[in-house]
């Protein structure tokens, strides 16, 4: 063997991979061209300088169970020619199958928490079923649903061909009557035919707040993060590298936080599956702890001919399928992933910009009966949650394309947020940070900038998509309406402390500091006054 530079290690899942070569279908698969994609890889030369010259060195990998023996391979001819040279033995964990990766949600009543999990157990091996008590007190079983899919769900390469992975099974566990902000221990399981039971670890959480409950409440909301390794491994679209900061910002504030919010573009897998077991690991912390709710990005849906209203590639032939069955929202269809949810003194609408949300839409009713239907005097802080910006960017790829939000972005909705009072409507898919000025039709209703008394008379915009993956710059008109821009990893931060004052922070995920903030004071009779177009025409007949 001629020893080179571009010399490279993969981790396979399963051990009996195949080292042929497939030539790919479409841009959006990449190299290593393997018939059985890697589930990562690194140079053989990454830490051992002197690799080239002897052929010896030392990596370093971290695995994690993903449901199926492991082997390494060491492969000459880089990426782009690759050759395998030596196989390992193979690797195994202890119990392959055994449950993983809680993913806790709101559900569709206030006093519902759910729970995904993921396992090796089909329902013809095991019952699935979550045993939960609050503070130790009589211990219950909830029995937990379950849900796969196969290779022909996917919608096209390389979710078909290299990047399939068998995903398991995923199960879900609604846990009901829960007392408001009461804390839980639970932990997952399932029940062998032979009668004998494999656990999970303990885990604990605190139930949500009832809505309009007064206390307070804490909520952050971030886009596009996607995944990465810790031992500094290459994968598939592998452009996250600030996710792992935000995820541990995260995890070190965890304590000051209630609910997550990942508005979409969760993991970048882009067909390459075993990359949700990668993410779901990455996140545990968080989301075995506080609701992890997500919406739906262009990663997770969009191939054409599949219903998307964009025509592109991005979800790499994942076509929805896979993000709506790993993260359960509360949702009344799973294939629309469109919701609305209460958390205390918040109502979010969540919309999908992956779906067709003009006037005259499903999408554009549900929007609108999430708007309307809430009672302001209970649930002051009104927030609409999308992937893609259909308010306001200042990013250079929407101005390329004359605009400064999705084509037929806001045209639709901006009368429903003006009409319903929005308070913020927060986006990622633009991944930087940039708040505006509380706005309608292009124009600042409010000339404030960090502290909002009384009515806002318009909405204000955020966009909070540097989650993670590489960043998009700006273009360098300053417009009136943008208030604050960054370019730079973070997620926003919601606190409100009571029904009329709520806090708004952006924090970098370099180091978790606030580096813009707003604050909002306000009485309920500041929600029912009227601003332009927001209340109905009066009349002078007695």
């Not at 804390?183 to 707040?209: M, R, V």
Request: net charge neutral; charged share 20%; glycine share 8%.
């Amino acid at each position: 063997m001629l020893i080179s530079s571009h010399d490279w290690t993969g981790v396979f899942s399963p051990a009996n991979f195949s080292s042929s070569t497939c030539p790919g279908e479409n841009p959006r698969v990449y190299p290593p061209l393997l018939c059985s994609a890697p589930i990562k890889f690194l140079y053989a030369n990454y830490t051992n300088a002197n690799y080239k010259t002897t052929g010896r060195g030392f990596l370093k990998l971290q695995l994690i169970n993903q449901r199926a023996d492991f082997s390494f391979a060491l492969f000459s001819g880089g990426l782009s020619k690759p050759k395998v040279v030596a196989i390992s033995n193979r690797v195994t964990f202890a119990n392959p199958d055994a449950p993983l990766y809680p993913r806790l949600a709101q559900g569709k009543n206030w006093n519902e928490m759910t729970v995904t999990w993921t396992s090796g157990y089909g329902i013809d091996e095991a019952e699935p079923l979550v045993a939960w008590s609050q503070n130790g007190k009589d211990l219950m079983q909830s029995p937990a649903g379950t849900l796969t899919f196969d290779r022909n769900s996917m919608c096209g390469a390389p979710a078909r061909t290299e990047g399939w992975r068998d995903p398991g099974y995923i199960h879900t566990s609604f846990l009901k009557e829960l007392w408001p902000n009461q804390e839980y221990t639970y932990k997952l399981g399932h029940k062998l035919n032979n009668g004998t039971y494999i656990w999970s670890s303990t885990y604990k959480f605190q139930a949500s707040p009832y809505p309009g409950q007064n206390s307070l409440q804490r909520v952050v909301i971030f886009g596009d993060m996607g995944k990465d390794e810790a031992d500094g491994s290459n994968e598939y679209n592998n452009f996250q590298r600030g996710s792992l900061n935000t995820t541990r910002q995260l995890i070190e504030d965890l304590k000051n936080i209630d609910i997550v919010f990942h508005i979409g573009d969760i993991c970048y897998a882009n067909g390459y599956l075993s990359q949700w077991d990668q993410f779901t690991a990455q996140i545990g912390p968080i989301a075995s702890t506080v609701p992890y709710m997500i919406a739906s990005g262009n990663h997770e849906r969009d191939w054409p001919g599949s219903g998307s209203f964009y025509d592109t590639m991005d979800s790499g032939g994942e076509c929805g399928v896979v993000a709506q069955n790993m993260f359960y929202v509360p949702a009344e269809n799973r294939e629309k992933f469109w919701y609305a949810t209460d958390y205390g003194m918040f109502r979010f609408c969540v919309a999908n910009t992956e779906l067709d949300w003009r006037e005259g839409t499903e999408q554009y009713k549900f929007i609108e009966h999430c708007l309307s239907s809430v009672d302001r005097q209970k649930q002051p802080w009104l927030i609409f949650l999308a992937h893609r910006v259909l308010g306001y960017s200042s990013c250079t790829f929407y101005a390329e394309q004359g605009s400064s939000s999705e084509p037929m972005g806001r045209e639709s909705l901006q009368n429903l947020w003006q009409k319903y009072k929005v308070d913020l409507a927060i986006y990622g898919h633009v991944h930087s940070y940039e708040r505006t000025c509380p706005i309608y039709q292009n124009i600042c209703t409010n000339e404030k900038k960090h502290y909002y008394k009384g009515p806002l008379n318009g909405t204000i915009h955020v966009v909070a998509g540097g989650g993670g993956a590489s960043l998009s710059p700006f273009i360098s008109l300053q417009t009136k309406w943008s208030i604050f821009r960054d370019y730079d990893y973070g997620f926003v931060k919601l606190t409100a402390f009571d029904h009329s004052n709520l806090l708004f922070e952006y924090k970098k995920s370099s180091d978790g500091k606030v580096y813009d903030s707003f604050r909002i004071s306000r009485d309920y009779r500041d929600i029912l006054a009227c601003a332009v177009d927001s209340c109905p025409r009066t009349t002078l007949a007695s």
